[in-house]
């Protein structure tokens, strides 16, 4: 028979329970190994409060105790549980507006003429980081604007991120009505269906036309990818942030890779690459463009 094991409850627990550096340099070395997500210094408390959440939660009594959880499981689900709470899922929709207005300005007609020439209709898309699910919902909204409902067309869009929290919110599609007042009304009324919750509060689905051009799916963005592309172009925006310029050169050549001729990269307005060696034509801020090769290439 086991000994029983004293579990306080959340209430109980000391509002700032002791992460100690050993620990946190344990933990950070773990979320680097397995996300390239690099947490410095700066970051100890973020990480404190973060992983208070899990113990308070789950009445775990230390750090030290949900480390050796994380670093004993073999299932890999510990570790999930730890870089969703790690994860940072700021969004919203048509953040960054100017994105998706080049998109329906200059690369849809580029596209929709490049396409007729070949008798070819056909869109793909990829939201690298996609949270839970405003930005990739932003583009099929988007591009179902700019093209007149979409008929006729064949739009896939592609959307990843490592947490599992935010992407069964994505899945679901349904949002409360404060996340759509920045939203033109008529676009929330071609796109988006009105509910009622229990509690008496409006919230909003995403339609069947419009979650239908989605696929969601988890991706460690460092971990080798279960599909071939091409892409027309892909969103990866304030993701980088949290890697080292290494880490950032991997990523942006691997996208390189996965984009189709004259394909576009789309990054956060407060990221550059400046500083990592990459393939891509610079465009203007945050954007970028596949080209012949490093002939090619602008810098910013």
């Not at 759509?180 to 988006?192: D, E, G, I, N």
């Not at 203007?284 to 290439?297: F, L």
Request: charged letters at 25%; a positive charge.
């Amino acid at each position: 028979m086991g000994v029983p094991v004293h579990r306080p409850s959340p209430s109980s627990l000391p509002p700032e329970l002791d992460l100690t550096d050993r620990e946190y340099e344990r933990f950070s070395r773990i979320i680097y190994e397995t996300s390239r997500i690099a947490l410095n210094d700066g970051k100890k408390e973020l990480l404190r409060a973060r992983i208070g959440r899990i113990l308070r939660a789950r009445r775990i009594a230390s750090f030290r105790e949900y480390l050796a959880l994380v670093e004993g499981d073999r299932t890999g689900e510990e570790l999930t549980t730890l870089l969703d709470a790690v994860s940072t899922n700021l969004t919203s929709f048509f953040r960054e507006a100017d994105h998706f207005r080049f998109i329906e300005t200059t690369l849809l007609p580029r596209l929709d003429a490049a396409r007729k020439a070949r008798g070819e209709r056909k869109i793909r898309a990829w939201s690298a980081g996609c949270s839970s699910g405003e930005e990739p919902y932003s583009l099929a909204i988007t591009l179902l604007e700019a093209l007149g409902g979409g008929a006729g067309w064949d739009i896939r869009l592609l959307a990843t991120d490592i947490s599992t929290k935010v992407l069964a919110m994505a899945r679901n599609g349904l949002y409360p009505g404060e996340r759509l007042k920045t939203v033109a009304p008529q676009v929330v009324a071609r796109h988006f269906l009105p509910e009622t919750g229990s509690d008496g509060t409006k919230h909003f689905r995403v339609a069947p036309a419009v979650s239908g051009l989605v696929t969601f799916g988890r991706l460690n963005l460092l971990e080798p990818y279960p599909f071939k592309g091409p892409f027309d172009f892909i969103f990866c925006r304030n993701v980088m942030i949290y890697f080292d310029k290494q880490t950032q050169e991997t990523l942006v050549n691997g996208f390189h890779r996965y984009l189709a001729d004259e394909g576009h990269l789309f990054i956060g307005h407060s990221e550059s690459l400046n500083g990592v060696d990459h393939p891509f034509q610079y465009v203007r801020p945050s954007v970028y463009r596949k080209t012949g090769g490093a002939s090619d290439r602008k810098k910013e």
